[in-house]
């Protein structure tokens, strides 16, 4: 099986435009989710997707949203981008079971830069 | 969430076993512990998880306290290619369609010398 693709790998932007990030999560993968790592704050979990529902959410300000398709691939989107958003992106697929257990599957990342 | 506290870096020698401790004084009984790495220039990948046996696959062995307020990811032959980043993560049991989220810590970064 194909593992979790993220487009693009790199990425320059300058302060206030935006970004679509896009992510494809392993075959038969319901959950998708999307984290950022900076190097001073870590690994951090931006959303959870299932079902085109978003089902979790961690802290980070309305700027960053996202969306999944019918077909599971989902997309996060950064508005009015600032220096600070400048991260590695990473996006996670899953099997959806029911104790919580399941193994997250993590692709390589987007490297964004905002200049 | 119960937090997990972990050494910041780690050193081993190539063909060594590598025990990379976990501290959760906190831990609920229903709470899961799962390890995770993260390779330079990769995104994360599971190692292994468990909740209160000793647990083994083919990259590790877990191995949990008896009162369960710590935990030790155990390498039995560290390679250069274990050189990362270990995430000790909680994770609390669901049988409801909760959602999934990792709350990674620092990690401890692990030094494998030739």
């Known amino acids: 099986k194909a593992g979790v693709t993220q487009t693009p790998r790199y990425l320059i932007k300058t302060r206030g435009q935006q970004v679509t990030l896009s992510c494809s999560p392993i075959s038969g993968h319901r959950s998708v989710s999307w984290y950022q790592q900076t190097p001073g704050q870590g690994l951090q979990f931006l959303f959870e997707y299932f079902s085109e529902t978003q089902r979790n959410k961690g802290n980070f300000p309305g700027r960053f949203s996202g969306r999944q398709f019918s077909n599971s691939r989902s997309e996060m989107n950064v508005s009015t981008l600032e220096l600070g958003d400048s991260a590695l992106y990473l996006c996670?697929?899953?099997?959806?079971?029911?104790?919580?257990?399941?193994?997250?599957?993590f692709g390589p990342g987007t490297r964004l830069l905002v200049l | 969430d119960a937090k997990t506290t972990q050494p910041n870096s780690m050193e081993s020698n190539e063909e060594e076993p590598v025990h990379l401790p976990c501290n959760h004084s906190t831990i609920s009984g229903t709470d899961y512990i799962h390890w995770y790495r993260q390779l330079p220039s990769q995104g994360p990948e599971y190692v292994i998880h468990?909740?209160?046996s000793n647990v083994n696959n083919r990259m590790a062995s877990l191995a949990i306290a008896e009162d369960r307020k710590s935990s030790t990811l155990i390498l039995h032959r560290a390679t250069l290619r274990d050189a990362a980043v270990y995430y000790c993560?909680?994770?609390?049991?669901?049988?409801?369609?909760?959602?999934?989220?990792?709350?990674f810590g620092k990690g401890t970064s692990l030094l494998v010398t030739p």
């Open positions: 468990g909740l209160t």
């Open positions: 996670a697929s899953s099997l959806v079971g029911t104790s919580g257990q399941e193994t997250q599957y």
């Open positions: 993560i909680l994770r609390p049991y669901s049988n409801s369609n909760s959602g999934y989220a990792l709350n």
